[in-house]
């Protein structure tokens, strides 16, 4: 079964750095995420990135963060200068279709942490 | 703005209880309403869905109904496993979005012991 996969499982940074997340979504799909859990908390849309462009963010996807789609396979999401409140399990999900009865499929997830 | 509240947890049970966790949503129209699972270690995983108003979503012997009038999709299971110990999500898909962004519930702990 076609599968999410994301890597790093777990990187530890230190403040300020630049961090790369990468995720491999399922290959037919056209609609890919990024969602993020700090820890005891929700977890909370970030990104959605449709035909080569981000299609909506969430207030906390500010300049420090960005997504690219570098290649036919590969979705990365990038955070240029760490903060520790940027600490949290990072989530890849795609999906084949926007309407809200599409299923989307996640990833395992990156933990980040930010020294 | 769309929100999903869950019960809080962790909710534990003896293996082969009944299981009620708890999900009510506040949304604009008829969203699309998921319970996802997420096992130690692992991803998020679809557990069911519900798209419209009366729908009853199952699989691996849970069940939630969509339920308009109360708001609420609680997620429900006659006699529940160990290996059913993990946490469980509540998340609606929106029509105030166009991009089928997900909105979660705080998520749900269930143990199971044997």
């Known amino acids: 079964e076609p599968e999410v996969t994301q890597t790093p499982s777990h990187q530890v940074t230190q403040m300020g750095q630049e961090v790369i997340l990468r995720c491999v979504p399922i290959s037919n799909h056209l609609y890919f995420y990024w969602y993020r859990q700090i820890l005891g908390q929700k977890v909370e849309f970030l990104v959605s990135f449709y035909n080569n462009e981000i299609s909506e963010k969430s207030e906390i996807f500010d300049d420090q963060f960005s997504v690219e789609r570098p290649d036919g396979s590969n979705f990365t999401l990038k955070i240029r200068s760490t903060k520790l409140e940027d600490s949290a399990m990072y989530f890849c999900a795609s999906g084949g279709a926007v309407s809200g009865t599409d299923t989307q499929y996640f990833g395992p997830g990156t933990r980040l942490t930010v020294l | 703005g769309d929100s999903v509240t869950q019960m809080e947890g962790p909710v534990t049970l003896s293996e082969e209880a009944f299981l009620t966790i708890n999900c009510t949503y506040t949304?604009?129209?008829?969203?699309?309403l998921f319970w996802y699972v997420q096992y130690p270690g692992e991803g998020l995983q679809l557990l069911l869905k519900?798209?419209?108003?009366?729908d009853k979503g199952s699989n691996k012997g849970f069940e939630a109904t969509y339920r308009k009038e109360t708001t609420s999709f609680h997620l429900e299971k006659g006699s529940v496993q160990v290996s059913d110990s993990a946490v469980y999500f509540c998340?609606?898909?929106?029509?105030?979005?166009?991009?089928?962004?997900?909105?979660f519930g705080q998520g749900t702990t269930l143990q199971v012991k044997p």
């Open positions: 998340a609606l898909s929106g029509i105030s979005s166009n991009t089928g962004k997900l909105i």
């Open positions: 519900a798209t419209k108003a009366d």
């Open positions: 949304a604009t129209g008829y969203p699309s």
